[in-house]
Each structure stands twice: as C-alpha cells, then as structure tokens.
C-alpha cells in the first residue's frame, strides 16, 4: 500500500526556519517525481515545489524561490522542504505528493495537483510571532 508521510511543521517565528520531510512507503521513491503543495486558510492548494525523480530538476512557486529549496534522497525514500525566512503568508497545510514516472525519466513534471497521484495527509505549519 502508497503511503506519504509528512513530519516537520510546527510553529515558527518570521524569519525562521522548518524542514520538512516526507516520507514514503509501499512504493519506489525513485521512480516517482513528487510535489510539495499547501493549503492556506480560505485559499486554494497550491504548488510550493516540485522535483523530478533524480533531483535534478526542481521548480518553485515565485512566491518562495530563493527561501525553499526541495531535496530528495532516494536511498531514504525520502523528500525534503527547507523552508527559510518564513513569512507570516507561509502558513499552510503542506502536503507531499507524487506520480510515477516511465522508467529512467528525468522530465519534471507540471508543479500542479492535476500531475499527481499519490498525497500525504499534510503537516501544519504556522508562522507567527
């Protein structure tokens, strides 16, 4: 059985720092890109950051490039959110998403729900001073 398991959000200051991590099960990490997503309150899920299934390529939403920067490390069936100078709007629902790829694929999907499949149930993460 998939499973995405998201851990890392709490509470943070502006300005601070969080990572998050998830972490998958049932299923091969590398054969699958896999997207970070959040939720505002009365807002829409949206794409933060995407990967593809090497690491490789990634994209980010504008509104966090040169503050987020997503990893992955395959061998630990493991994605990364390092999340910096975190601001007041970051806070979200983040959810960890994912969609198989064909064999040796390096393309980076669109950083859009509609692209992926498989989605963890979220972890909270609140900036606020």
């Known amino acids: 059985q998939s499973r995405l398991v998201e851990s890392g959000g709490g509470l943070v200051q502006p300005g601070g720092s969080l990572r998050l991590s998830c972490v998958v099960s049932g299923f091969t990490l590398a054969e699958y890109a896999i997207g970070w997503f959040r939720r505002a309150p009365g807002k829409e899920r949206e794409g933060v950051s995407c990967?593809?299934?090497?690491?490789?390529?990634?994209n980010y939403a504008d509104s966090v490039k040169g503050r987020f920067a997503i990893s992955r490390d395959n061998a630990k069936n493991t994605v990364y959110l390092q999340m910096n100078s975190l601001k007041p709007e970051d806070t979200a629902v983040y959810y960890c998403a994912a969609v198989l790829m064909p064999t040796d694929s390096e393309y980076l999907p669109k950083c859009t729900m509609s692209e992926y499949e498989h989605w963890g149930q979220g972890t909270q993460v609140t900036v606020s001073s």
């Open positions: 990967i593809n299934t090497s690491g490789s390529n990634t």
